[in-house]
């Protein structure tokens, strides 16, 4: 797969689709199971994957250990990237340092490649979180940091501190709010810009309908873009892309990804996927390049269309008190 650069300074060059491996345990209903999730990861990797995102918060830490034991027998030519939340109380640095611990241990590492605050504390000043991530930098524990779902300004506050790696934020033909100030300010400070859930929580893929039923942990259950009234509403979108698909010989998660590549040269999407056709068609995209013709083509028809329903943190909180 082709290459992309994350990051000026504390740069990491990762395959330009990296795989999100939290739905093997966390987030979308029963996984396949440990054995074959494990060789779903290798089947990236054997496919030129070398970037791979985890969280200690998915499945209370199980997700570290399936990803840390998937990718031993090449962790040293992956990118390997996770996340922690800080908590409000006691020292910051070592509670930072005590994460970051815990999280190489499921790992079975002895550094993470970039580390991410999974959502900035509103009470803990970005500043303070930068300078302790410089200081894992300078120790080698961590090659680069970021942050997941900030705004411009704590991404600004932050960089001053400490340079970013990447920003992890949620990306897609459906949720284009990090449009506006984030991806510009991405752009002019070098910063990499990494979209989860880059195709809607499957959505873009045009293979489901209001018919299907969620399960368990399975957050399509509580985001209102999943509502068989958003769903229809979002028909077009699906049109769209089906007719784009057509013309390309490719599918609608393909253009789905194709057209972020395009847009957005800093970007690396890490689409979620327990299927190995899936992750070919997923990495597939990487080769559906579009043209300038055809991507102005496609923000063209994009700007005359409304999205309906999203996906929030407050609305995934439900989920809380239905499983
Ligand atoms: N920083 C954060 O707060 C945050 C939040 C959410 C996610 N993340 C990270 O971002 C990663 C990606 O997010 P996501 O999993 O929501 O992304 P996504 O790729 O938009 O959605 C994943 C869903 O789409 C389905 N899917 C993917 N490709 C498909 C295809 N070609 N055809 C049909 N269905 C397809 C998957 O199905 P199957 O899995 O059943 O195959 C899964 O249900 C996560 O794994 C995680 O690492 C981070």
Redesign the pocket.
Known sequence: MKKRILGKQNSLTVSEIGM????FSH??GPGPGRNESIQLIRTAYDLGCTFF???EGYAAGENERLVGEAIKPFRHEVILAT?LHIPEEGDLETAIRKHLDDSLFRLGCDYVDLY?Q??VNKNIPVEEVAGVMGKLIDEGKIRGWGQ??ASNSEIRRAHAVTPITAI???Y?LMERMFEKDVLPACRELGIGFVP???????F??G??TSKDIYTGDDVRRVITRFSKDNMDANQPLLDLLHRFAHEKGA?P?QISLAWMLHKWDFLVP??????AE?IR??FGSADVVLTHEEFGRLEAELARMNIYGNRTDEDIAKLRDMI
């Open positions: 999100g491996c939290m739905g987030g979308y995102d985890t969280a996340k991410y999974h959502r997941s779902q992890q934020s949620e897609s989860f859930s880059p195709l809607g929580a499957g873009l893929s293979r489901y599918t998660a890490i689409p979620g996927m327990r299927k899936r068609e997923n």
